[in-house]
């Protein structure tokens, strides 16, 4: 049935209804009021009591340019006026304006739609789905100012392809700021390490993985407001100091515990070392003087 059959809504205001109609009967008055038919396409759309929104929503998905220039065209002013008593008996009548749009100096923008996009991502496919994309809105290349995306390599290089001017998001960029400010405020993401008493080093592993996470350790143990267990100051002095006291030494038990050759003429060389690095500085902690003096106390009984 050609458009110019169909019969128009009676009494319809809004804009949308200019691209449907309905059958007419004998008489030439309107049918099946609850399924008007697209005036583009013949397609029957649902619109009971007279709604709009299936009418809108075909317009926005099967012919997306006309739906651009229905919001364009939807825009309307109207004043109206409130009136008051004066003490006179007389009514003052004061305009008012309801509706903030104007149809004047508005510039068309078509709206356009999104589709899912099958093929790989690769620079030359994207390349040609959004050819295709500007081609479907009609949209005239010449007049192209910049295309908008992510920081995405194969993006750019398929708008580059094209010799578009790209202009990055700057959405995107504002929220990869916030995810890196936020990894370099709470450190790298690790696990933390248990100690095993049958394997050797596990202990400054663990107090370690616990002072470079110990600000992420902090905010798990705050979470829990029915429990004070916390990881204060004094906790990382503590772990700071033992960890002072064994790691210089850390690098001598994993060279004696290696497998591919022979360990026992390196053990006596390693042990004067052990007693020279172990020696007190002025710059340690009293807590990391008496773990160095018991470790050499141990190593002295051997």
């Known amino acids: 049935m050609a458009s110019s059959e169909l019969v128009a809504k009676k009494n319809a205001n809004a804009p949308v209804w200019a691209h449907f109609g309905f059958r007419q009967d004998d008489k030439g008055e309107p049918t099946n009021l609850d399924e008007p038919l697209c005036r583009i396409c013949n397609k029957k759309v649902a619109a009971k009591d007279s709604n709009t929104t299936n009418l809108k929503s075909h317009l926005k998905n099967s012919h997306p340019i006309t739906y651009a220039r229905l919001g364009l065209n939807a825009a309307t002013t109207s004043s109206r006026a409130s009136s008051a008593d004066s003490g006179s008996g007389k009514k003052m009548q004061q305009p008012g304006i309801i509706g903030a749009f104007t149809k004047a100096n508005v510039t068309k923008y078509p709206k356009g739609s999104s589709s899912p996009f099958e093929e790989d991502h690769t620079a030359d496919n994207l390349a040609e789905g959004l050819e295709s994309a500007v081609e479907k809105w009609g949209l005239n290349i010449s007049k192209l100012a910049a295309i908008t995306t992510d920081n995405a390599s194969n993006i750019r290089l398929a708008i580059s392809n094209l010799g578009w001017q790209w202009l990055n998001c700057f959405g995107h960029n504002l929220n990869v700021a916030i995810t890196h400010g936020i990894a370099a405020k709470t450190g790298p993401t690790h696990r933390a390490i248990a100690e095993c008493s049958t394997r050797w080093g596990t ?100």
Do not use: H
Not at 209 to 231: C, F, G, W, Y
Not at 284 to 294: F, G
């Open 203 to 302: 202990r400054l592993d663990m107090i370690e993985s616990i002072l470079e996470q110990a600000p992420a350790i902090r905010l798990v143990l705050n979470e829990d407001r029915k429990t004070k267990v916390t990881l204060n100051w004094s906790d990382v002095d503590v772990l700071t100091a033992m960890s002072a006291a064994v790691k210089p030494v850390s690098e001598f038990t994993d060279m004696l515990s290696a497998e591919k050759y022979v360990t026992s003429s390196s053990v006596l060389p390693l042990l004067n070392l052990c007693q020279q690095v172990l020696g007190a500085k002025d710059s340690d902690v009293q807590l990391t003087k008496d773990i160095k003096a018991v470790i050499l106390e141990k190593l002295g009984a051997i």
